[in-house]
């Protein structure tokens, strides 16, 4: 760990420096909001950008743009997501004026067992091989939201992924950086090489990359439909080949998934609503971290002051408490989800946070019984899509099926194997989940569509952009370029505890004094390079009729429109 001097050094320097000064905005801000008429698309790639905005043009709605988006991106930027994958939306539809929710998730094997791993003395499922993979989901939330939503045929919203998986895209910087660290982890993983290194090497900075047996998966999927990938040969395949790996995953599990159609569930905060998708995902961990904080003059703290972040920081330790030991799948256990977004009950938490001093730890509050990818798109008709999917441990397990050219997820290694935990792994049980898209509306009509990826940083990251927006007044692109807080340490869902308190990462851009102030108060201080989240947002201006998009510096994205 570097020195404090070298940490309040770098820090200092580089708020001193973090951007040239701008005529307009504030210092941090990377760059301008983008404002378009016709349509907005915010996504981690460019390419992938212009993908949904061709769709957009062709005829395609929101719905038709988000899916040609991901399918995209499952090619583009394959070390945080793809069809191996889960997936999480809200749905903000014009015609009906009200948001819809998507649970995508995928469940558990039947043949795997609590026993299995107890007989093998695993204390934690492992994050890599066949043991962590769970059904994917992401292509079953596709065509559930095609056919929900949808207005083109799917074969040309999976064309345009389907034609660079032919004929082969440049690799971006970050994403060659990334696949040449996967490469160095699963390089002698069956198929890896075959599908990732085609020329000895993973692909480096704005070497042309194809990927063929993705490009037929595709086609499969485009014309036979969801059933193509859960019934079919690219079942039978998958099947196959973790029966072959050790695993557990079979025919039956591929073929009784399915999606839920889920409420989106809301707090409000200072007069706005935000929306979040209900457990088995972490999403309402951000609304019940905004209750506390709403307690607070957080516009008088200021932003980047040592209160506010000692606030801030309080307030996640309290609530991730929470998330550890109640957030689970809803159909295995009935959840307080009620009382943990009730205004009493976040009074009750607020009384344990003490203004001058870091808690050590943080007991749950007592109950009554009871690596990813974002994207974000809206139409001219009004439509909004905020879509979040992964592969959990930025390509996943490692397991590669013969000649379909994606990874498989291991999303399973966040089961507990604690019997009594509500987490614990079952047989067909949809794991706790990390991946969670953002919604905001106000008096009842669209505001902001929003997402922040990074494991246990994405309730984190949707706050801080909830209250950069709300309390410090930021504009869109400024709320994600601001920088930001990272507490680690908290309890997880897996059963590890916390009882040191954790530790607080700072981006570049606090000051050292703030900093000092909260190692006064009893915080350890780190400074991390990384691992704060990617960020697109698009925010409708009804007044003007337009729509405002961002998306940050800490990845490749590009927000455009037309």
């Given at each position: 760990?570097?020195?404090?001097?070298?940490?309040?050094?770098?820090?200092?320097?580089?708020?001193?420096?973090?951007?040239?000064?701008?005529?307009?905005?504030?210092?941090?801000?990377?760059?301008?909001?983008?404002?378009?008429?016709?349509?907005?698309?915010?996504?981690?790639?460019?390419?992938?950008?212009?993908?949904?905005?061709?769709?957009?043009?062709?005829?395609?709605?929101?719905?038709?743009?988000?899916?040609?988006?991901?399918?995209?991106?499952?090619?583009?930027?394959?070390?945080?997501?793809?069809?191996?994958?889960?997936?999480?939306?809200?749905?903000?539809?014009?015609?009906?004026?009200?948001?819809?929710?998507?649970?995508?998730?995928?469940?558990?094997?039947?043949?795997?067992?609590?026993?299995?791993?107890?007989?093998?003395?695993?204390?934690?499922?492992?994050?890599?091989?066949?043991?962590?993979v769970?059904?994917?989901?992401?292509v079953?939330?596709?065509?559930?939201?095609?056919?929900?939503?949808?207005?083109?045929?799917?074969?040309?919203?999976?064309?345009?992924?389907?034609?660079?998986?032919?004929?082969?895209?440049?690799?971006s910087?970050?994403?060659?950086?990334?696949?040449?660290?996967?490469?160095?982890?699963?390089?002698?993983?069956?198929?890896?090489?075959?599908?990732?290194?085609?020329?000895?090497?993973?692909?480096?900075?704005?070497?042309?990359?194809?990927?063929?047996?993705?490009?037929?998966?595709?086609?499969?999927?485009?014309?036979?439909?969801?059933?193509?990938?859960?019934?079919?040969?690219?079942a039978?395949?998958?099947?196959?080949?973790?029966?072959?790996?050790?695993?557990?995953?079979?025919?039956?599990?591929?073929?009784?998934?399915?999606?839920?159609?889920?409420?989106?569930?809301?707090?409000?905060?200072?007069?706005?609503?935000?929306?979040?998708?209900?457990p088995?995902?972490?999403?309402?961990?951000?609304?019940?971290?905004?209750?506390?904080?709403?307690?607070?003059?957080?516009?008088?703290?200021?932003?980047?002051s040592?209160?506010?972040?000692?606030?801030?920081?309080?307030?996640?330790?309290?609530?991730?408490?929470?998330?550890?030991?109640?957030?689970?799948?809803?159909?295995?256990?009935?959840?307080?989800?009620?009382?943990?977004?009730?205004?009493?009950?976040?009074?009750?938490?607020?009384?344990?946070?003490?203004?001058?001093?870091a808690?050590?730890?943080?007991?749950?509050?007592?109950?009554?019984?009871?690596?990813?990818?974002?994207?974000?798109?809206?139409?001219?008709?009004g439509?909004?899509?905020?879509?979040?999917?992964?592969?959990?441990?930025?390509?996943?397990?490692?397991?590669?099926?013969?000649?379909?050219?994606?990874?498989?997820?291991?999303?399973?290694?966040?089961?507990?194997l604690?019997?009594?935990?509500?987490?614990?792994?079952?047989?067909?049980?949809?794991?706790?989940?990390?991946?969670?898209?953002?919604?905001?509306?106000?008096?009842?009509k669209?505001?902001?569509?929003?997402?922040?990826?990074?494991?246990?940083?994405?309730?984190?990251?949707h706050?801080?952009?909830?209250?950069?927006?709300?309390?410090?007044?930021?504009?869109?692109?400024?709320?994600?370029?601001?920088?930001?807080?990272?507490?680690?340490?908290?309890?997880?869902?897996?059963?590890?505890?916390?009882?040191?308190?954790?530790?607080?990462?700072l981006?570049?851009?606090?000051?050292?004094?703030?900093?000092?102030?909260?190692?006064?108060?009893?915080?350890?201080?780190?400074?991390?390079?990384?691992?704060?989240?990617?960020?697109?947002?698009?925010?409708?201006?009804?007044?003007?009729?337009?729509?405002?998009?961002?998306?940050?510096?800490?990845?490749?994205?590009?927000?455009?429109?037309?």
């Amino acid at each position: 760990m570097r020195s404090l001097l070298s940490i309040l050094l770098a820090l200092s320097i580089a708020g001193a420096t973090t951007a040239q000064d701008r005529i307009t905005g504030r210092a941090f801000a990377s760059r301008s909001e983008v404002i378009a008429v016709h349509g907005m698309a915010c996504t981690s790639q460019p390419l992938v950008t212009q993908v949904a905005l061709d769709i957009l043009k062709q005829g395609g709605n929101a719905i038709d743009a988000a899916i040609a988006a991901n399918a995209t991106l499952g090619l583009m930027e394959p070390t945080g997501s793809g069809i191996g994958g889960d997936l999480f939306a809200i749905v903000w539809d014009a015609n009906s004026q009200q948001l819809y929710g998507l649970n995508a998730s995928g469940r558990s094997p039947y043949s795997l067992t609590l026993e299995y791993f107890q007989e093998k003395g695993y204390t934690s499922i492992p994050p890599y091989g066949p043991l962590p993979v769970s059904v994917p989901g992401a292509v079953d939330g596709w065509f559930e939201l095609h056919r929900k939503f949808g207005s083109l045929p799917m074969d040309r919203i999976l064309a345009p992924a389907i034609q660079y998986a032919r004929e082969g895209f440049p690799v971006s910087e970050l994403i060659a950086y990334y696949l040449e660290l996967s490469g160095k982890r699963f390089q002698d993983y069956p198929n890896f090489r075959d599908t990732y290194m085609p020329n000895g090497h993973t692909p480096v900075k704005g070497e042309l990359f194809n990927n063929p047996r993705l490009a037929d998966t595709y086609e499969k999927i485009a014309k036979g439909g969801r059933d193509a990938f859960y019934k079919g040969d690219i079942a039978r395949t998958i099947a196959r080949f973790m029966q072959a790996q050790g695993g557990f995953l079979s025919e039956k599990d591929l073929a009784d998934h399915y999606s839920e159609w889920v409420e989106p569930v809301s707090t409000n905060y200072r007069g706005y609503d935000v929306w979040e998708i209900p457990p088995n995902g972490q999403g309402i961990a951000a609304l019940q971290m905004l209750n506390i904080l709403e307690g607070y003059d957080i516009k008088g703290m200021g932003f980047g002051s040592a209160d506010y972040v000692h606030t801030f920081v309080e307030a996640k330790k309290l609530v991730y408490e929470d998330r550890a030991n109640y957030y689970a799948d809803q159909a295995f256990h009935e959840l307080p989800i009620e009382q943990l977004l009730s205004e009493e009950y976040a009074a009750e938490r607020r009384k344990l946070l003490n203004p001058d001093r870091a808690a050590r730890s943080y007991n749950p509050g007592k109950l009554d019984p009871g690596n990813t990818i974002y994207l974000t798109v809206a139409d001219a008709e009004g439509n909004m899509v905020s879509l979040i999917q992964s592969n959990y441990r930025g390509m996943g397990s490692g397991m590669v099926p013969d000649d379909l050219g994606f990874m498989l997820q291991d999303r399973g290694e966040l089961f507990s194997l604690d019997k009594g935990h509500l987490n614990a792994y079952e047989p067909h049980k949809r794991p706790f989940h990390t991946i969670i898209p953002g919604f905001i509306t106000q008096n009842g009509k669209p505001w902001v569509s929003f997402g922040v990826m990074g494991g246990d940083m994405q309730p984190q990251g949707h706050v801080q952009i909830v209250v950069n927006l709300i309390d410090f007044g930021m504009n869109l692109q400024e709320a994600g370029d601001a920088p930001r807080i990272q507490h680690h340490g908290s309890s997880q869902p897996t059963g590890e505890q916390m009882t040191d308190g954790g530790r607080i990462s700072l981006e570049e851009g606090f000051d050292y004094e703030v900093i000092r102030e909260l190692m006064r108060r009893g915080h350890l201080v780190s400074f991390d390079l990384g691992s704060y989240g990617g960020y697109q947002a698009i925010l409708r201006d009804p007044v003007n009729g337009v729509y405002f998009g961002a998306s940050e510096s800490r990845k490749d994205g590009q927000a455009a429109g037309y």
